[in-house]
C-alpha cells in the first residue's frame, strides 16, 4: 500500500518562500506520478502541480506557473513543491498524491489519483 507524508507547511508573509516535502512509500517511486492539489477554505480542490517520475513531464495550474516548482529526489523517495512568492490566494491546504498512471492534460483532475498524503497547511499573511 502507497503511503505519502507531506511536510514543510506552516506560515509565511506575503512574498516569501515555503518548500514542501511528499516521501512515498510502499512502492517503488519510479513507476508514479506524483502531484500537488490545495483546498482553501470554501474552495474546490484544486491542481497545483503534477510530475510524472518515469517520464519526467510536469505540469503547473496557472495561477503558479512561474512561481512553484517540484523536483525529486530519488535517493530519498521524496518530491518537493518550491514555493516563491507567496500571496494570500494560496492560503490552502496542500495535499501530496500519487498514481500509477499518467494522464497528461487531465492530470487536474482529483477522482484519477488513487493516493492521497494526510494535507500540509500553508498560510500566507498580508
Known amino acids: 500500500e502507497v503511503q505519502l507524508v507531506e511536510s514543510g507547511g506552516g506560515l509565511v508573509q506575503t512574498g516569501g518562500s515555503l518548500r514542501l516535502s511528499c516521501a512515498l512509500s510502499?512502492?517503488?517511486?519510479?513507476?508514479?506520478?506524483v502531484g500537488w492539489f490545495r483546498q482553501a477554505p470554501g474552495k474546490e480542490r484544486e491542481g497545483v502541480a503534477c510530475?510524472?517520475?518515469?517520464?519526467?513531464?510536469?505540469y503547473y495550474g496557472d495561477p503558479v506557473k512561474g512561481r512553484f516548482a517540484v523536483s525529486s529526489d530519488h535517493a530519498k523517495n521524496t518530491v518537493y513543491l518550491q514555493m516563491n512568492s507567496l500571496t494570500p490566494e494560496d492560503t490552502a491546504v496542500y495535499y501530496c498524491?500519487?498514481?500509477?498512471?499518467?494522464?497528461?492534460?487531465?492530470?487536474?483532475?482529483?477522482?484519477?489519483?488513487?493516493?492521497w498524503g494526510q494535507g500540509t497547511q500553508v498560510t500566507v499573511s498580508s
Open positions: 498524491v500519487a498514481d500509477s498512471s499518467w494522464y497528461g492534460s487531465a492530470w487536474y483532475k482529483t477522482e484519477l489519483y488513487d493516493y
Open positions: 510502499g512502492g517503488t517511486f519510479d513507476d508514479y506520478t
Open positions: 510530475f510524472s517520475l518515469p517520464d519526467r513531464v510536469f
